[in-house]
């Protein structure tokens, strides 16, 4: 702002300078001035004086008049910083007014010695105005270094603003992009793998299917045709028990495929009890000691529905994985809630471990196998909860899985309404 007022007072003193009578005076136009009077008083000086030195003089006294009232003279004074530094700040301040004045005075001096005849006094006045014009091209040349210095320091002023506020905005909008491009680049990255995740668990269930149901429906078939071949009556009681044991055996094994693919009712149950459910059917079908220790007051009753299951589905992706990959004895499942009202969902095992794809905030830190991409469907579901997946493994140490669900906001407070009666009796309901 400072340097745009300058430029501006700059500017209308060059437009009001334009024409002949406001041309700008300076120290060396009025040195000059005096140097052709002052020769041409040397030249003639036993002579009576005459009108064109007395009217040079004259000039002269013009010039220096204007250029105290000039508005260059005026900016000199005012230029910022001009005598930072400076111990006699002060009196140098008017040091240029003094000295224009004496000219002013020894200028009216000179002349009417001239005029008069005193020239021995006009030669005394001469040296006087010399002394004075020396003095202001001195200061003339002491404040043009100061103008330069003050520039200097406003360019200065000028720089460090822009370092210390437009740099440090500039490296917040290069951090602000960065973060925007990882998680552009993350959310591609977790949409693929979701999708391969997608294709290996349909694979999972075909393969699934084809080991189990299909295999036990053809030696139902081979089974059945015997009985046709069977001549007498215990043969074919004997296969009908033995078929009747293979359906049953093959429908338990049809409910189990769907009890993992239905997600569980929570209407009638709330998710601790499905936990612990979880953990039963989990230890009867793998011979994993798995336990579950929930708190009562965990309080995820006002969760919706949907992020209920996202819990559920992350449990069970974790128990998968350790009944695929862990090699375990043990498994625990633990939720409780913190004194931040963060609820805590932990999944822990005594198994072989591996070295973990998340970082400590929970953020991917390369690529991932495909022995991973439970892991990218858990931290999927994760961020639908709102929360952060974290894994603590290391190879021979067994692995955490640790979900950390952020509390749900307060309900807003309820809305009272209030009634009033007006004159005509209607009754005005107010929230």
Not at 206 to 223: A, C, G
Not at 243 to 270: Q, S, V, W, Y
Not at 342 to 362: A, H, M, N, W
Not at 371 to 391: P, Y
Request: charged share 25%; proline share 4%.
């Amino acid at each position: 702002m400072l340097c745009l007022s300058l430029a501006i007072l700059f500017f209308s003193c060059a437009e009001r300078n334009k024409s002949p009578e406001n041309e700008i005076i300076t120290i060396h136009n009025i040195v000059e001035q005096w140097a052709s009077i002052e020769a041409a008083f040397a030249a003639d000086a036993d002579s009576v004086a005459d009108a064109a030195l007395v009217e040079a003089v004259d000039a002269l006294r013009l010039s220096l008049a204007r250029f105290q009232e000039s508005d260059l003279f005026r900016t000199y004074r005012t230029i910022p910083f001009l005598h930072m530094g400076e111990r006699n700040f002060g009196p140098r301040l008017f040091n240029d007014i003094r000295e224009v004045e004496l000219a002013l005075y020894f200028a009216a001096a000179f002349r009417e010695h001239h005029v008069s005849g005193e020239l021995e006094k006009a030669r005394a006045a001469a040296v006087e105005i010399w002394g004075s014009l020396t003095r202001l091209l001195v200061i003339n040349a002491d404040k043009q270094r100061n103008i330069a210095a003050s520039y200097f320091h406003l360019f200065a002023a000028l720089v460090a603003f822009l370092v210390i506020i437009v740099l440090p905005f500039l490296c917040f909008l290069r951090r602000s992009l960065t973060r925007s491009l990882k998680r552009e680049a993350e959310g591609t990255f977790l949409s693929r793998t979701y999708m391969r995740a997608q294709d290996a668990e349909r694979t999972r269930i075909s393969r699934e299917l084809h080991d189990t149901v299909i295999q036990d429906i053809r030696y139902l078939m081979l089974e059945t045709e015997k009985i046709g071949d069977a001549h007498e009556k215990s043969e074919r009681e004997k296969l009908n028990a033995k078929l009747m044991t293979m359906m049953a055996g093959l429908m338990g094994t049809t409910r189990g495929i769907c009890k993992n693919l239905i997600p569980p009712d929570f209407r009638h149950r709330e998710l601790p009890g499905a936990l612990r459910q979880l953990c039963l059917d989990f230890g009867e079908k793998t011979g994993i000691d798995c336990r579950a220790e929930i708190d009562e007051d965990v309080g995820l009753e006002s969760l919706p529905l949907e992020k209920r299951l996202q819990v559920f589905r992350i449990v069970q992706e974790a128990l998968a994985n350790i009944e695929e990959h862990a090699d375990a004895r043990e498994a625990i499942v633990t939720m409780r809630r913190g004194r931040d009202g963060i609820v805590y969902v932990g999944i822990d095992d005594d198994g072989k471990g591996f070295v973990s794809p998340l970082d400590g905030k929970g953020w991917i830190k390369a690529d991932i196998d495909k022995s991973h991409l439970g892991i990218v469907s858990m931290r999927e579901r994760a961020a639908i909860l709102g929360g952060t997946l974290k894994i603590e493994s290391e190879p021979g140490e067994g692995a955490l899985v640790c979900l950390e669900i952020p509390p749900p906001p307060p309900p807003p407070p309820p809305v009272t309404i209030t009634q009033t009666v007006s004159e005509r009796g209607r009754q005005w309901k107010y929230c």
